[in-house]
């Protein structure tokens, strides 16, 4: 386990800037949280680490808010998600839109909406 990096740390905070049910735990849990890889494909992906006595979010997994990973053309190349697991921050998935895995992108590459309905 390592502590979050600046990039992955402005990204986490970037995303729980948006009002929802539960982001205040969530918020609180950051200070704390550590990762590791969440996937062996190359993806930015973490699965994040919050000790116990970390407060419990009420927020439904994944969070209702998607991040739209744009490149530098404007158009959209993948996604993020984060996921919460019995209250706790456990992993923030990177997702590409292409074959290729998609490394963590900066908070500036990622637009924030709600998830698309089904």
């Known amino acids: 386990m ?3 990096t600046r990039t992955e740390l402005a990204l986490l905070d970037a995303l729980l ?9 969530l918020r609180a849990q950051v200070r704390d949280v550590s990762a590791t ?9 973490l699965d994040l680490h919050v000790p116990d006595t970390a407060p419990r979010s009420s927020a439904e997994s994944p969070v209702p808010l998607e991040g739209t990973v744009v490149g530098a053309g404007g158009e ?7 996921f919460a697991h019995d ?9 590409s839109l292409a074959d290729d895995p998609l490394p963590m992108p900066g908070p500036e590459q990622v637009r924030w909406g709600p998830p698309p309905e089904p």
């Open 17 to 25: 800037r948006h009002p929802f049910d539960g982001v205040e735990e």
């Open 37 to 45: 890889p969440g996937c062996t494909c190359g993806c930015g992906t």
């Open 2 to 4: 390592r502590p979050l």
């Open 87 to 95: 209250g706790r921050l456990s992993c923030l998935e990177v997702y």
């Open 76 to 82: 959209p190349v993948g996604g993020i998600l984060l």
